[in-house]
């Protein structure tokens, strides 16, 4: 129906009448208000029930009453919140200023920490940290007997090296001794391996002068070029390799420069080899025609005058590509005994010079070298002198190269060659001067195997010379048990046709050795 322009609707199917028919009085009272102010008339009265609204707008509908300042009252549960936000659900009420409570049991503050002990002091050390060395006990004995010597032990000896270095910023000084109880020779010793101060004046130069172990040369046991003293009755007795390479009191100094280095090394004094005397091994003497020793030991007369009886040594090396080019010169004596002085009989160190070449580097899969000397006997250029070494050319091949896993094989060809062997010949006195080969040739062949990381190390060293007819054989076995301490066992087995021929005269000395190590 219509009444004054307006639709009447009833409203059923809700669920509060009551409240629904407030809301359509105060939107119809609205509307008739616009529309009386539409036609210019004042505001008829508001139905009953309607006067008391508030200022703002028609009063709510009973429940809508009183709402929360900033909006309608939040359900039940939700009233009263933080003043940050909502209440936070039960058991995480009050929480900490900057973080929520914890759980229970780790409220605590936790218990004071009893400040650690103090360490007991460390002990005082008995070697300070500048000063090194080792301690070696080693023995040797032969396997068989010698009747030109009185004692079965080839070695015998406790030896403790010390060794220190000094370093500055343009010097090194550095120290090795040897402190030797030799029960062989029944002595006390004391062997002064270097004492050296090392200077660098420029960055291309370095100058060592003093007590030091010099070497140069591509070979591995076989020294054309390396004119430096040798200790020989070391190595053939049982000794640690290292021994064989004997001090010089020398002055040495190396040029580096983009071209060519050089090394030029001066030795005021004579540094003979420390060779066989009989002392300890037994040797071949042709003036007895028979194998002699301590009973019959060497006597030489070596040239020993400062600054006159001197050496001179020179090196000038390069690197071709991936290989390196030396070229060697020397001046002074023969190192080990070259001839021999009447009456009475003395072995004598004549004059030499030695002139060579060598060169080194990668060949197929291994190391490949090449070297070759001629030595010039000055005391006996004509060759015609029995008692003196005749001039002599000397050649040595090597290759090296790992042959299995760990496992490291080479070998080495050397030849010795007379250069004025007719005129040698020739002045022999017949029926009692033995005539030398003109040359003599020698193979060498070296295997070392590692085992057990490498702490494990064995190796064989084996001379043979087709011409001589004679063989000297250096198996070892050497283990490292700690970082500290080395033990090693091995032998100096010597054979030979004849007792006249360079390994077969020692043949009396095969002997065994064993030694203990340790370093500090």
Request: proline share 8%; charged share 25%.
């Amino acid at each position: 129906m219509r009444r004054n322009g307006f639709r009447w609707v009833m409203i059923t199917n809700c669920s509060s009448f009551n409240d629904r028919l407030s809301r359509v009085a105060a939107a119809l009272a609205v509307i008739l208000l616009l529309q009386w102010q539409a036609h210019g008339a004042d505001a008829p009265p508001l139905p009953e029930g309607l006067e008391s609204g508030t200022p703002s707008g028609p009063a709510l509908p009973e429940g809508l009453e009183d709402p929360a300042p900033s909006g309608p009252a939040l359900p039940e549960g939700l009233g009263d919140p933080a003043p940050s936000g909502p209440a936070l659900p039960e058991g995480l009420g009050d929480p900490a200023p900057s973080a929520p409570a914890l759980p229970e049991g780790l409220m605590e503050e936790p218990a004071p920490v009893d400040p650690p002990e103090e360490e007991p002091e460390a002990p005082r050390k008995l070697r300070p940290d500048w000063l090194h060395g080792f301690w070696d006990v080693r023995g040797g004995v032969r396997t068989q007997n010698d009747p030109a010597q009185s004692k079965d032990a080839t070695l015998g000896e406790m030896r403790l090296q010390l060794r220190a270095d000094k370093a500055w910023e343009h010097a090194l000084l550095r120290y090795r001794g040897d402190f030797i109880g030799d029960a062989v020779l029944e002595e006390v010793d004391f062997d002064l391996r270097e004492l050296s101060l090392t200077l660098t004046p420029a960055p291309f130069v370095d100058v060592r002068v003093g007590r030091q172990v010099l070497t140069w040369g591509t070979g591995d046991l076989l020294f054309l070029n390396d004119l430096f003293p040798k200790d020989w009755q070391a190595f053939l007795s049982g000794r640690d390799v290292e021994y064989l390479k004997a001090p010089s009191d020398a002055l040495r100094t190396t040029w580096f420069t983009d071209w060519i280095n050089i090394d030029f090394v001066y030795t005021p004094q004579f540094d003979h080899d420390r060779f066989i005397t009989g002392e300890r091994l037994s040797f071949y003497n042709p003036l007895f025609g028979r194998t002699v020793g301590s009973d019959n030991q060497v006597n030489y007369n070596a040239p020993s005058s400062w600054f006159r009886d001197d050496e001179f040594a020179l090196r000038l090396y390069r690197m071709v590509g991936s290989a390196e080019l030396a070229f060697y010169a020397y001046s002074g004596y023969w190192k080990s005994p070259g001839g021999q002085r009447f009456p009475p009989p003395q072995a004598t160190f004549p004059r030499l010079s030695v002139y060579g070449a060598s060169l080194r580097g990668n060949v197929h899969r291994g190391i490949g070298n090449i070297e070759l000397a001629y030595y010039d006997s000055r005391q006996d250029r004509s060759g015609s002198n029995p008692f003196i070494n005749n001039s002599e050319f000397r050649l040595l091949l090597g290759y090296e190269q790992e042959i299995g896993r760990e496992l490291t094989g080479a070998v080495q060809y050397y030849l010795e060659h007379m250069m004025d062997y007719s005129a040698y010949r020739n002045s022999l006195i017949p029926f009692i001067m033995d005539a030398r080969d003109r040359s003599r040739h020698l193979f060498t062949v070296r295997l070392t195997k590692l085992l057990m990381r490498q702490d494990l190390i064995l190796s064989l060293f084996a001379f043979f010379s087709p011409s001589d007819v004679d063989a000297y054989l250096r198996p070892n076995i050497r283990y490292r048990v700690t970082d500290n301490w080395i033990v090693e066992c091995g032998a100096n087995v010597f054979l030979g046709e004849s007792k006249t021929t360079f390994f077969g005269q020692f043949e009396d000395n095969t002997n065994v050795y064993a030694a203990a190590r340790y370093s500090f």
